[in-house]
Nanobody
């Protein structure tokens, strides 16, 4: 059974870089080829797809976040990382990692709350 777990700081100061890591376990050779994605949900708002990375390392970002977002993948650890720079309180959200289809994902983590505040 595929499981995903997000990890990282729950509180980030404005202007800093938010960094979250997703660890994937229980996967198979097939899931190794799935897209790895990050999605977030600000309080009171809907889900927002942020970006994804493919098996080959190609990255895809939401146009509205592209200038501040980077996604990396460590295949040896079965992890992938989100970095969001120059954060503001508007980046406060529950952040989810997912694998599978590039936007919808098929397997999701439980989500982690990140608050941007001084």
């Amino acid at each position: 059974q595929v499981q995903l777990q997000e990890s990282g700081p729950g509180l980030v100061k404005p202007s800093q870089t938010l960094s979250l890591t997703c660890t994937v376990s229980g996967g198979s050779i097939t899931t190794n080829y799935y897209y790895r994605s990050w999605i977030r949900q600000p309080p009171g708002k809907g889900l927002e797809w942020m970006g994804a990375i493919s098996y080959s390392g190609d990255t895809y970002y939401s146009p509205s976040l592209k200038s501040r977002t980077s996604i990396f993948r460590d295949t040896s650890k079965n992890q992938f990382t989100l970095q969001l720079s120059s954060v503001t309180p508007e980046d406060t959200a529950v952040y989810y990692c997912a694998i599978g289809r590039i936007v919808q994902g098929d397997y999701w983590g439980q989500g982690t709350q990140v608050t941007v505040s001084s």
